[in-house]
């Protein structure tokens, strides 16, 4: 169980860990699973006090299955979630539907599967030694003495927990990240509202097809995961009405989900209306502009970021998580390498410069999809943007994005020493 690998010890006012990872979500757990399996003990640092679930599920492409076989978890999953074969997009403007296959390739191609986002936790979490995970440990500040090879990073409990090696997995607003000089992600002018509907007799979507709506500002989406549960979602151009409603209570989240659902198909509206609850959430679509991780510094020494720390995205092509994944096992084989002839900033370098070209490209990808697929943000651009929708970007474009994402490899690790 999850719980195991996160037992919560007493720790003296300061310690020395090989690595230190800031945070325990996707990318957090995947690093330290990662460094585990490449004979590399971690410390994980997470500000709440329990694993977080936050977003109900995520659909996972063929990248991040290979991921997830690299760190050994990919087989406790896939027998749980069907595979994914085709995406039905309908633009409602105009009354076309287009078909886009998901082909499969012939090297153990897992599919396209949508996951419980807590069940991928703690599949990972149980992959690690108990006391890996460090829960209620809020991060106050960090820093570097003199030419100490240690980086200190100060909790808000007063303890101190030195490392040879951080890497900042704390998310979209991370400590880390500010500290290394990135600057801030920004606002794509959109917000999402995500959860899961439950059907206890079942729904009549078919498990192998995942249905989009494209409206005028508004996209929504409906995925099976098993025959009870859909992953819902409505993309729109936020408004600042809405944001007063989505952050009251769950209660008025749901009567901006039925508002911004009412000029969708019965399905949609349907999923609405079975929607759990504490599954639903609101959230700003925000993204770190590509040039900033091509030319920022995402790194410093041995201290560097990885997933939403690195590369927050809009999730139009369903990367942020697959993307963290893949984080993981590229900078556990560098530190790897790097450990055997104990230059471990090597390692850290090698690492931001597999990851760079591959993040900004993803991050340019999903911004151009969803400002495509929504129809633009506002105003003038949102005739070009449904012209070029229609003309160019399902004829010529996003085929070659989806393929360009699922054939990526990020390789195997080597074994521990």
Partial sequence: MASSAATHTPMEKQQQHE???????????????????????????????????????????????????????????????????????????????????????????SGIRSVHRKALLEALAEELE????????????????????????????????????????????????????????????????????????????????????????????????????LYFFITHTSTAAEKEMAAEDELSLIEVTENLAKDFPPEVQMAVRHLDPATVSWAPLLFRVPWNILLGRIHRGC????????????????????AALEDAVVLARNLARARSTAHLAAGVEGYTRERRWRSAGVVAAAYLSGWVQ????????????????????????????VEAIREYDCGDLPPAE
């Fill in 19 to 109: 690595v230190a990872v800031v945070g325990a979500g996707i990318a957090g757990l995947a690093t330290a699973v990662g460094l585990r399996r490449v004979g590399l003990p971690s410390l994980v640092l997470e500000k709440s006090p329990e694993l977080r679930a936050a977003g109900a599920a995520l659909t996972l492409f063929p990248n991040a299955w290979r991921a997830l076989e690299a760190l050994g978890v990919a087989h406790k999953l896939i027998p749980l979630y069907h595979a994914i074969e085709r995406s039905r997009v309908t633009d409602l403007s105009s009354g076309t539907t287009r078909e886009v296959p998901f082909s499969r390739t012939n090297r153990g191609d």
């Fill in 130 to 229: 108990p006391g890996t995970i460090r829960f209620s440990s809020k991060i106050t500040s960090i820093d570097q003495e003199g030419s100490s090879p240690l980086t200190a990073l100060h909790l808000e409990d007063g303890s101190v927990i030195k490392a040879k090696v951080v890497i900042g997995c704390d998310g979209v607003h991370s400590v880390v990240a500010r500290w290394l000089g990135l600057a801030e992600a920004i606002d794509s002018g959109r917000s999402a509202i995500r959860g899961l509907a439950v059907f206890p007799e079942g729904h009549e979507l078919i498990n192998a097809e995942a249905l989009q709506y494209l409206g005028d500002g508004k996209r929504a989406g409906l995925v099976s995961l098993n025959s009870k549960e």
């Fill in 303 to 322: 201290v560097a970021v990885s997933g939403d720390a690195m590369h927050p995205m809009t999730p139009e092509i369903g990367q942020g998580g697959c």
């Fill in 374 to 401: 929504q129809g633009g943000n506002a105003g003038a651009w949102r005739w070009a943007a449904k012209w070029f929708r229609r003309r160019i970007y399902y004829r010529y474009i996003h085929h070659w994005i």
